[in-house]
């Protein structure tokens, strides 16, 4: 969400750049999160594809590692976002 034009108004350049530059790294944290998730489903259906026997507790457990990598990722984007977006507030 961009800030508000009153909002820009009246900080510096450099204030909108390092609120714009903040928002950025965390989408990229974000997708970051996501990629290294997709990896582990990757990582543990393959295990369960290929070694069913031997790897299936192990490609299980990257399944579950997966959900909670993803669920860590989306919850941390969310808090700084609404810190963001708090910032905003009492800067404005």
């Not at 489903?41 to 299980?60: C, D, I, K, N, S």
């Given at each position: 969400?961009?800030?508000?034009?009153?909002?820009?108004?009246?900080?510096?350049?450099?204030?909108?750049?390092?609120?714009?530059?903040?928002?950025?790294?965390n989408?990229?944290?974000?997708?970051?999160?996501?990629?290294?998730?997709?990896?582990?489903?990757?990582?543990?259906?393959?295990?369960?594809?290929?070694h069913?026997?031997?790897?299936?507790?192990?490609?299980?457990?990257?399944?579950?590692?997966?959900?909670?990598?993803?669920?860590?990722?989306?919850?941390?984007?969310?808090?700084?976002?609404?810190?963001?977006?708090?910032?905003?507030?009492?800067?404005?």
């Amino acid at each position: 969400m961009p800030p508000t034009p009153a909002f820009t108004d009246h900080l510096s350049l450099s204030d909108r750049l390092a609120l714009q530059r903040t928002r950025l790294a965390n989408e990229r944290t974000l997708l970051t999160y996501v990629r290294t998730s997709l990896a582990l489903v990757g990582f543990g259906l393959a295990l369960l594809q290929f070694h069913p026997e031997r790897g299936g507790r192990l490609g299980y457990t990257a399944l579950a590692v997966a959900t909670v990598v993803l669920t860590v990722g989306l919850l941390r984007f969310r808090v700084h976002r609404r810190q963001l977006t708090a910032c905003q507030s009492l800067a404005g």
